[in-house]
């Protein structure tokens, strides 16, 4: 009978470890641009909160690989960014979006259709640059998440 006691007692415990839930993960990265000048928008979906990166390759080292990081706490600074390369496209040469750590200058030569602009993107002592159409696959990227979802 003690024994029976002390089995029953002890599964609980270990039932309770059976059934905890482990933390789990998802991650999307999406190619904004390909190798050798990489830039990738990542999504990281914890459990409890879900990270925004962009990851560039930093211009300025053209001798080595120097990849760059840029996070965003939350999609609402994301969509800042979109915002931001948005009003960029519809505006003029030389106009500068400035953000709290890093900006984005459009430059437009001016044998250049406005569909070929370039931008270029500071943060820090890291640079890099994109083209319009570049732009473009970010502001949908960007735009297409949803809070939660796993997939844009």
Known sequence: MNLLFLFISIIPLHGKALL??????????YEVR???WQITMKRIIGET???YYLLFRDQ???TSVSMTTMEFENLEELKYVAKGLA???NG???DIAEYEHF???KWQPPTVKKEDAWYILSYGAAVTNFQQAQANRLIY???NYKTRSPHP
């Open 141 to 143: 990227i960007i735009n």
């Open 92 to 94: 003029s040469n030389g």
């Open 49 to 51: 909160d879900t990270c």
């Open 20 to 29: 905890t839930k482990t933390d789990s993960i998802a991650v999307d990265s």
């Open 87 to 89: 009003t960029l496209k």
């Open 34 to 36: 390909l190798a050798p």
């Open 103 to 105: 900006t984005i200058k």
């Open 60 to 62: 300025h080292a053209v």
